[in-house]
């Protein structure tokens, strides 16, 4: 029973890390594509998101295929359920790295007022914060994973710049309202990785530290926490 659970969390752990591979590529591709205007990149960021279907349902049937055959406890229950919801989170963002190539080849070319935004310093920052969530998560490093936390924070900061920044440019001529919308579209899809993100990191607290601290970090990092009623 214990070698069995052995190989399925192996099969399990490849292919998760096979899946923020995937991902994390859609995402860095989705990023280039609106940097460069390349409508060809932003199709293949769209045409990518089967695979990462694909890998999405392998990785359910898997995590359901160790619950009925073996009983995980502790630790390798915990990576089990994570690896679910954190498989949930991987392909969402697939799904908003579509969403971001999509606004390209809608507009067909970004507008002169992109560098007005804060969107190229967005586009870095939320990167690198699913960067260090799939690292974090690959290399058990659940300090690394405080880090991404942290961030969510600026992103969040910086999506609200974005908006009055846009607003204001819209506001300006109504010849600026399709480019508008579509930035708008793609910070706010930006903040949504971020956010997701910060789900993975989450996760990697829960299987390395056995600590749940969804919507409780600050006080879980700079307080003393025990259980409450």
Known sequence: MERLLDEHLEKLKTRVIKMCSLVDEQVQLACKAIEEDNLELAKYVIEQDKKVDK???????????????TQPVAMDLRLIMSSMTLNTDLERIGDIAVNIAENLLLIQKKPDFYYQTKLPEMFEKTKLMLKNAIDAYINANPELAKTVIFDDKEVDKINSENHSILKGIMKQSPNNIEGGVALLVISRELERIADHSTNIAEDVFFIYEAQMIKHKYEKFFFEDTSDED
């Open 55 to 69: 890998f999405d349902l392998k990785i359910d049937k898997i995590c359901q295929k160790i619950f009925a055959l």
